[in-house]
């Protein structure tokens, strides 16, 4: 039995090396990655782990010192402030379940034959504050207009109030001393009922086989 335990235990010594061994070089990899200039600070290089301690430690960024916002899901990997967008993404899908966005059918149900599936994508920027101090990233989905049939059957616009408008009702509300309130509707957009059925695949990095999405909302894009 002891001789057994010992041949066991050499056996174990090369893959725990090995182990040991791929951990490093991941680490080393890693370190590499934060290490890599991505901009300038007050005219000095700063790279990715010195913008992410600024971050931590309260330090408010201004625009000029952020690297542009990804174009693509797949370039996340790769930018400074990924991990962000990711959390930025997943709070966005959560908004669209919680207002019933859409429901998840397979694709070869009788309802999808014959329509068009849209692609989506999704749309990364940065929000401010009044002076221009970061404050966090947003990710919106979006559909793509580019593959959408070229319909003309009703207006394809949405309306905004007029800025003589506004005007009219703030002179109203000044001469006869009225109370103003104020709301902000978050994603105002997907309040929209549609009345056709709309199809589009899932969102990228969240796609499943044979599956896509029928939209009870609007989407930005449609």
């Excluded at 070089?25 to 890693?30: L, R």
């Excluded at 430690?57 to 930018?79: F, N, Q, T, V, Y």
């Excluded at 014959?114 to 970061?134: P, R």
């Excluded at 990233?137 to 049939?149: E, I």
Aim: charged share 20%.
């Amino acid at each position: 039995m002891a001789l057994l335990a010992h041949s066991i235990q050499q056996m174990q010594e090369p893959i725990r090396d090995s182990q040991q061994e791929q951990g490093v070089w991941q680490a080393a990899f890693y370190a590499g990655r934060l290490s890599a200039p991505i901009g300038t600070i007050a005219g000095k290089p700063v790279d990715k782990a010195q913008l992410l301690r600024r971050l931590q430690k309260g330090i408010k960024l201004m625009r000029s010192e952020l690297p542009p916002a990804p174009k693509w899901h797949h370039k996340l990997a790769s930018h400074p402030f990924g991990d962000l967008f990711v959390q930025a993404e997943l709070k966005h899908l959560q908004t669209h379940k919680e207002m019933q966005l859409w429901t998840e059918i397979d694709c070869t149900n009788p309802t999808v034959r014959g329509n068009q599936v849209i692609q989506c994508m999704w749309v990364y920027t940065y929000k401010f504050d009044k002076h221009g101090h970061f404050q966090k990233c947003k990710a919106r989905l979006v559909v793509r207009g580019d593959q959408q049939k070229k319909l003309r059957t009703e207006d394809t616009y949405a309306a905004t109030l007029a800025r003589r408008s506004f005007r009219v009702l703030m002179a109203i509300a000044a001469r006869f001393n009225l109370k103003l309130i104020h709301y902000n509707v978050v994603n105002a957009f997907v309040n929209a009922t549609l009345l056709d059925a709309v199809f589009i695949t899932l969102p990228p990095s969240y796609r499943k086989p044979r599956k896509v999405l029928l939209l009870h909302k609007a989407l930005y894009g449609l």
